[in-house]
DNA sequence: ACCTGAACACCGTTCAAGT
DNA sequence: ACCTGAACACCGTTCAAGT
């Protein structure tokens, strides 16, 4: 029995799907940089040059990656609201995708173009920047820039770059803290007194909404004045 | 002479700041991931092994390419103006730092708070950002948000990932037009008539003024709403 | 104090070959 | 159609050793 590994199961056949899918597992346990072209066929008792008969090389499973993520991003058919609200609601709804992988949401920004989902919602995302009135001209740099905006907010969040496990977490934290905290308060008064907020998002749901409010409520700014 | 190169000239020692520097122009021209201990080594005509001397590893090295690109943004001392204003003008500081160098970039959101020139930058924002009255507890996010969302500016630039040179770029351009205006305007419609913009940005410096006054907008609408 | 050489474990990728 | 094995050029990093 060539085809079953030592528990004597059936050994899955090896996909792009299945590929792609334990790619972000290991982004998201361990991070972009062990998601290795070796690591993975070894994950599926393969050889590693097994992989280039699924993709011609390590940029497509990347872009695979992305648009897999991207799949998962709903552009509702029938929106409901004012162009603010389904402006804030389609990126709210990329936000909660790439929570839930923040270590390939990297991987999104270059490739919103690059497959038939990340073009749905850039279009929408135009569509939506077009209702709202802004110049011609302006439309399609601002609506990059706020897919790309939404995806630092990611990376941004404070206290990310940390350990996922809880207590190395808690350790690293206090750590920071002690730093920040120890700096001179002559020269940089403000990073001392917010401190806490800088090592730690004590409340990441309302940092993103807050954030999300602030793009959406600066676009409709700029919608309204017009041209100056 | 054993301290001379082939010309015969001194051969210049090796230091952080030469190395840094380099690095800086490797990434400029090649991108960052052609930025590795061996080029860099090459480069100076030295064994890669010499420069653990000087780093500890390479994440290090990035450091300091974080590090000097960060001490290139001037925090003015007296600055003039309302918050707004300066909130724009430091952040419109950082753009002008980071599009001279956008391959490197994306090195600064995480290292913010890793060194006294990030830490300089990081303070003015704070401060303005409590200046202009923001919930206390949403200013450290906000900050971070913001000088992430500012980096992330240079990279959703339409046109940017293609090549350099002129004319090889002026040829992808075109292609990638092509590949836009061929999608299905049923499905598609307002992408495939803003394909022009996604492609190529016509003018960048009004792409940067108008983003930076999204960002600045967005914080004035939610300071002047008491926390709703 | 500063640099080298040998060595190691790890990368991505090609290509001819197997089934 | 799908996978393997050998091979190549390239990585980052250690450590003992040289000057």
Redesign the pocket.
């Known amino acids: 029995m060539p085809n079953a590994d030592k528990d004597g199961q059936p050994k899955a056949?090896?996909s792009r799907e299945a590929l792609v899918t334990s790619a972000i597992a290991l982004a998201d346990t361990e991070g972009l940089e062990a998601?290795?072209?070796?690591?993975l066929?070894q994950q599926h008792?393969?050889?590693?040059?097994?992989l280039?008969?699924?993709f011609r090389?390590?940029?497509r499973l990347l872009d695979g990656i992305a648009e897999h993520l991207l799949q998962q991003v709903e552009v509702p058919e029938h929106p409901d609201g004012d162009w603010p609200e389904q402006l804030r609601d389609i990126l709210a709804r990329i936000v909660v995708v790439l929570r839930a992988h923040p270590a390939a949401a990297q991987l999104i920004p270059t490739r919103l173009l690059a497959s038939p989902a990340g073009l749905a919602v850039t279009d929408r995302t135009l569509a939506l920047l077009k209702e709202a009135g802004l110049p011609a001209e302006r439309i399609a740099g601002t609506a990059m820039f706020l897919l790309g905006a939404v995806v630092s907010m990611i990376a941004a969040e404070p206290g990310r770059q940390l350990p996922q496990d809880k207590e190395e977490r808690e350790d690293a934290v206090r750590v920071k803290r002690a730093l920040l905290s120890a700096l001179p308060p002559r020269n940089l008064p403000v990073v001392v007194s917010f401190a806490d907020h800088l090592c730690d998002c004590a409340d990441p749901d309302t940092y993103y909404d807050f954030n999300l409010d602030v793009l959406v409520a600066g676009i409709a700014r700029m919608a309204a004045t017009p041209s100056r």
């Open positions: 056949r090896l998601v290795t072209v070796r690591r066929a008792s393969v050889a590693p040059t097994s280039y008969w699924h090389d390590k940029e």
